[in-house]
């Protein structure tokens, strides 16, 4: 029982130590997050076989007033197409208790935008992620994390 507890310990361990291809956080503004304050983030690939979960980690401060966030993603290709999505992130979940794991006084949510994707055009990818409530300027949430992570295949 030992041994194969500890085996399942081990496989966890190497499985989430696996380096990212991309990442890179944005910590904003203690004002709040402005309505017109993107964040962009730029890569470039030079694989169009490797695949890759491609994850947006948010914290956000227990005190946040909402029960889901609004985003817009703007995904520049790099033959220059714009794909647009707006998605609704859900921080609350259906038993109303926050979602995501506490991290001192404050809340980490990971939401996997896209899972096993591949960059199949060759070059530079600029996302850019935008709030998009109601709200001028949204209180509470203070850093979004992006990055690209390999899937063994």
């Not at 130590?17 to 983030?41: I, N, V």
């Not at 404050?106 to 070059?123: K, M």
Request: net charge negative; aromatic share 12%.
């Amino acid at each position: 029982m030992k041994i194969g507890l500890c085996f399942c310990l081990l496989i966890c361990l190497i499985a989430c130590s696996e380096k990212p291809f991309y990442e890179q956080t944005y910590e904003l503004s203690s004002d709040g997050w402005a309505y017109d304050d993107e964040q962009m983030f730029t890569f470039t690939s030079q694989d169009s076989l490797s695949t890759f979960d491609i994850i947006l980690d948010i914290v956000h401060e227990e005190t946040y007033a909402y029960e889901n966030l609004y985003i817009l993603i703007n995904t520049t290709f790099p033959d220059g197409q714009i794909v647009e999505d707006q998605i609704s992130i859900p921080f609350i979940g259906t038993s109303g208790a926050w979602q995501g794991r506490p991290l001192q006084d404050d809340r980490l949510l990971r939401v996997y935008l896209q899972q096993e994707v591949r960059l199949q055009q060759l070059g530079t990818y600029t996302i850019t992620i935008e709030q998009h409530s109601r709200e001028r300027t949204l209180q509470g949430i203070k850093r979004l994390h992006l990055a690209l992570l390999p899937v063994a295949n």
